[in-house]
């Protein structure tokens, strides 16, 4: 069922009314039918001297006494343009492609006598006037249909002729609303004697053919087949042959134009079809301009939308690098900073390492400072020694000659002279190289009493 929001919406399309109270109300007051609300609106709002409503019959202008033309054949009639509004049953409806979904978004036409109304929702039980939801036709079954007549109607009529299309009415709808083209359709009675006389002289002549398919989208069906005779009902249709023009709405709607039933001259037929085709321009002039504009703005903004989208892929990239770089920096400043932190503590320990040799040294110095004594004085058993280190420096003592090579190389130790603890003491004359394994002996025994010259040699 359709709600109360898609009536109301629908209703102001239709009417053109903008007050959604004084709507609401007018629906109401037609028990929210809004068929019946909007034939009554506009019933009300028409002269009933320029246009025929949906509820007139276009056989009611025919002229009796007009019959009797040269030709034998009853002049079509001429009602307005728009004069109808025919609502499609959804076993019509259910062939389609998905024209439901579709809309041209003409709305409210009123330019140049031209009347169409937006479509109403689905209607899935029993329509007004008798029209009735029948048994599905599946698309491969319509479009087997209209196969099936256009093969029958080049057979019969192999020459000049209008092109039907070989598919169903709802996608032959669509067909004509994409090409922005009135839609005629012909429904063939075979078993009527003036189905061949129309046929061939009329709807075959050169003239109507050429002018119906260079203007039109044909439509045809053979009435005793399912769709045929769902649009003969759909229709209307009391005699034939039958001819429509009609054009798509929105929804499940069309806007039957004009119809002509019985036998028609061509010269009727043509001038009936010129007036529609010239009455109906404006407003597919306008639907087309409306589509170009729609498919220019959605170009524009594909456009933008990918102007839009390199510039971002091009902000994200340089965004991209920019970090990249910031992070290399930070990375290279983080290293250095490592590479710094670890200098200053190798720099540090090698230091703290260095004083603590250092205060080694000191110490040792000190000890064996202490353990030489007191320089003894002159004397019958004190040995002069003489140190002379490499670096030319010379330093003087005297020891008892009792003390060992052990006491010589603590004194050479304690000056801190050497920053080596590798060396030998070595006597001129003669030459004797006194180590670390001789240090047991004394200064008597290694012969360097009373006194002894001593060169330090680094090992």
């Not at 939801?133 to 192999?158: T, W």
């Not at 359709?185 to 002289?201: A, E, I, Q, T």
């Not at 229709?235 to 069309?254: D, E, G, W």
Request: proline share 5%.
């Amino acid at each position: 069922m359709v709600d109360v929001a898609d009536k109301l919406a629908c209703f102001q399309a239709v009417t053109g009314l903008e007050d959604p109270d004084l709507c609401t109300e007018i629906l109401q007051a037609h028990g929210w039918d809004l068929e019946l609300a909007i034939s009554s609106f506009t019933s009300s709002n028409q002269s009933s001297a320029s246009t025929i409503t949906s509820d007139s019959d276009p056989r009611d202008s025919l002229d009796p006494t007009q019959s009797a033309s040269n030709s034998g054949l009853v002049p079509a009639p001429n009602p307005s343009i728009a004069w109808k509004l025919v609502t499609l049953p959804f076993s019509v409806i259910s062939g389609s492609l998905g024209l439901v979904s579709g809309a041209v978004g003409l709305g409210l036409w009123a330019a140049g006598g031209v009347l169409s109304y937006s479509l109403g929702m689905i209607g899935l039980g029993q329509g007004r006037g008798g029209e009735s939801s029948a048994r599905l036709v599946s698309v491969s079954a319509a479009a087997s249909e209209a196969m099936e007549f256009v093969a029958a109607f080049e057979r019969d009529y192999p020459t000049t002729r209008p092109n039907f299309v070989g598919e169903g009415f709802m996608d032959a709808l669509q067909r004509s609303r994409n090409s922005f083209k009135l839609l005629f359709v012909y429904l063939h009675s075979p078993d009527h004697p003036d189905s061949p006389v129309f046929c061939g002289r009329t709807l075959c002549s050169e003239a109507v053919a050429a002018f119906v398919n260079e203007n039109f989208v044909a439509w045809g069906a053979d009435i005793r087949a399912s769709e045929g005779f769902k649009m003969s009902n759909i229709l209307k249709a009391s005699r034939f042959p039958f001819c429509a023009v009609v054009m798509p709405t929105t929804n499940q709607r069309i806007a039957l134009l004009q119809q002509v039933e019985g036998p028609t001259s061509p010269e009727e037929m043509l001038t009936m079809l010129q007036k529609v085709l010239e009455e109906s321009s404006p407003v597919l002039v306008a639907a087309r301009l409306d589509a170009e504009e729609r498919r220019n703005n959605m170009r524009l903004r594909e456009e933008q939308d990918a102007a839009y989208r390199a510039a971002l892929e091009t902000d994200q990239a340089r965004e991209r690098q920019r970090r990249e770089e910031q992070e290399r920096l930070e990375r290279e400043a983080a290293e250095a900073e490592q590479k710094r932190k670890e200098e200053e503590e190798a720099h540090e320990r090698a230091a703290r390492e260095a004083a603590e040799k250092e205060a080694a040294r000191a110490r040792m110095r000190e000890q064996k400072a202490l353990s030489l004594g007191d320089e003894p004085e002159k004397g019958p058993s004190v040995t002069q020694v003489l140190v002379r280190f490499p670096t030319g420096e010379r330093k003087e003592r005297r020891f008892h000659s009792t003390a060992t090579i052990q006491s010589v190389f603590d004194y050479v130790d304690s000056l801190g002279c050497l920053e080596v603890e590798d060396y030998s003491l070595v006597s001129n004359f003669p030459r004797v190289t006194y180590g670390r394994d001789k240090q047991s002996l004394s200064l008597k025994e290694a012969g360097l009493h009373p006194q002894a010259s001593l060169f330090v040699e680094l090992n």
